[in-house]
């Protein structure tokens, strides 16, 4: 029997700004990510994101950015390793404020947008994000991209990890995602996607934007859900899923 967690990045609106349609998605996934308030997201966001996991009985994760709002997070910043970890600190502490006062234990953190590229080989960044969690919490889970150095060193250091594959986003041969300003970044076809998504599952492969066959190992699945066609996609992998016998489940 397979299995695969099914996540994603939600909480995301900010003020009058709304980005997703976060209830609905929350209908459909097993797993949270929750931004923390300094890529996207906010106290009022995160109070409701968190009621309503809680409500559907899905795990919430921490969603750790870097403080750009202007970027959405995905404008790499130099940053010292002592930034980063209290940085990441400081999110966690945020996010567990909410799930503490539902009574819900918060469950992973997933590193976003530059913070998470940067950690498919940045050793220094990866430990002060695995630092960060190992002083606050040695039994959250590291959710990290398909063979990232952060799931490496985070499994060094004791703590638990997850692999995370995309279900619309492109590889590259070094199984690093492709940047988004290239051409072919994201799958935007749902039956190409789809099949993909249960061929990394079941056999443990993907392949590259170049053409070639990589091996890759997937325990939780990120769709993401603000796209315009997001609740329909992510109806179908589930109903996709149930056919090919593979459950859906959190970690």
């Not at 695969?4 to 990045?9: Q, R, V």
């Not at 997703?20 to 990510?33: F, R, S, V, Y």
């Not at 492709?178 to 599952?201: L, N, Q």
């Amino acid at each position: 029997m397979y299995s695969i967690d099914l996540n994603s990045d939600i909480g995301e609106s900010f003020g009058a700004y709304k980005l997703g349609d976060d209830e609905a998605i929350l209908q459909q996934i097993t797993a949270a990510n929750v931004a923390c308030g300094w890529h996207a997201g906010d106290p009022m966001v995160m109070d409701k994101v968190v009621r309503m996991a809680s409500e559907r009985g899905v795990v919430v994760g921490a969603h750790p950015g870097y403080p750009d709002l202007m970027g959405f997070g995905r404008r790499k910043m130099v940053l010292s390793f002592q930034e980063v970890k209290n940085y990441v600190k400081y999110q966690i502490g945020a996010l567990s404020a909410f799930t503490q006062s539902y009574g819900m234990k918060l469950h992973h953190v997933a590193p976003h947008g530059a913070m998470g590229n940067q950690c498919q080989y940045d050793e220094e960044i990866s430990r002060a994000i695995c630092e960060a969690v190992y002083e606050v919490d040695k039994d959250l889970i590291i959710y990290y991209c398909a063979g990232a150095v952060l799931g490496k060193i985070a499994e060094d250091m004791g703590l638990r990890t997850a692999a995370e594959i995309f279900a619309d986003r492109a590889y590259m041969d070094d199984l690093s995602l492709v940047p988004r300003k290239m051409e072919g970044s994201m799958i935007t076809d749902e039956d190409v996607a789809i099949s993909r998504c249960v061929r990394m599952i079941k056999e443990g492969k993907v392949t590259s934007i170049n053409g070639k066959d990589i091996d890759i190992k997937g325990d939780t699945l990120c769709v993401h859900g603000d796209g315009p066609k997001a609740i329909a996609f992510a109806r179908r992998i589930r109903e996709t899923f149930e056919k090919e016998g593979i459950e859906i489940k959190p970690m």
